[in-house]
């Protein structure tokens, strides 16, 4: 799960340097108390992006052909299917677990190791899970933001939940050490197809609000779906009694 730990961190390094300071204290959102910290954090993240990430990205979009890149990721996103799959069983979603570990076989053995999305091309459903969502259902609903240093944006909760879904990560078990140079390829992949994105959020107004707030957005989508809730911010004040 190391793989969506850095790749969730890139929305927060894509805008380029536009490093914006803390607001006062009565006026920083509640559901970002460590602010200041968060954004000294993400600016740094900022300058590691623009100095390697950045620049091996826009290469290796460059001189690689479309088709492969689709394959490179196809088979990325198959090798996380199994934290999906124990995710869906632990918040006890069997169904989906067997569907989803269904749309595994079939891209692992008919689409030649995740390269090719068969399932996609026959209609199944890929489905979205990771252990920060499994302690959103078991009842962990809000939480605090806070940036990791080059992990990028998370929660208490979801950074936790990271560590957790990084022992079933397939990239850290295929060839010992050669999953650091899966890894890598993994992030520089992901990167490329996030720099369409780059020129929308350097030019927000306050580029690090734009991506906090787009990502806890989403993370809230996923875990209500489209009838999500207002943050209960007493309840993030409360991360530690977890």
């Known amino acids: 799960m190391m793989r969506r730990l850095l790749a969730a961190c890139l929305l927060a390094v894509l805008a380029g340097g536009c490093a914006t300071s803390a607001p ?14 968060n954004r000294t954090m993400w600016t740094f993240n900022v300058a590691v992006d623009q100095a390697i990430v950045r620049p091996v990205a826009v290469g290796y979009d460059t001189v690689t052909p479309g088709p492969v890149q689709t394959g490179v990721r196809n088979f990325f996103t198959n090798l996380r299917s199994p934290v999906v799959i124990i995710n869906l069983l632990l918040q006890g979603r069997g169904g989906d677990a067997g569907r989803e570990t269904g749309r595994f076989l079939t891209n692992t ?3 030649m190791g995740g390269l090719i999305d068969i399932a996609s091309f026959e ?13 959103a259902s078991w009842g962990w609903e809000d939480s605090r933001f806070f940036v990791l240093p080059f992990l990028g944006p998370s929660t208490v909760r979801d950074g936790l939940g990271r560590g957790a879904d990084s022992q079933a990560n397939i990239e ?3 060839a010992g050490d050669g999953s650091y140079y899966l890894l890598g390829i993994d992030v520089i992949q992901t990167r490329a197809g996030l720099l369409p994105l780059d020129e929308q959020i350097r030019d927000a107004f306050d580029p690090y609000s734009f991506m906090r707030d787009g990502w806890l957005q989403r993370r809230n989508y996923l ?3 489209e009838e999500a809730p ?3 911010y ?9």
């Open 123 to 135: 209609g199944m459903e890929k489905y979205n899970a990771d252990f920060g969502l499994t302690l």
């Open 234 to 242: 007493d309840a993030m004040l409360d991360d530690e009694d977890w």
């Open 24 to 37: 006062p204290p009565d006026e920083r959102d509640p559901a970002d108390p460590w602010e200041p910290y």
């Open 172 to 174: 850290w078990r295929l």
């Open 230 to 232: 207002l943050p209960d």
């Open 223 to 225: 875990i209500h779906g």
């Open 109 to 111: 053995v008919i689409g």
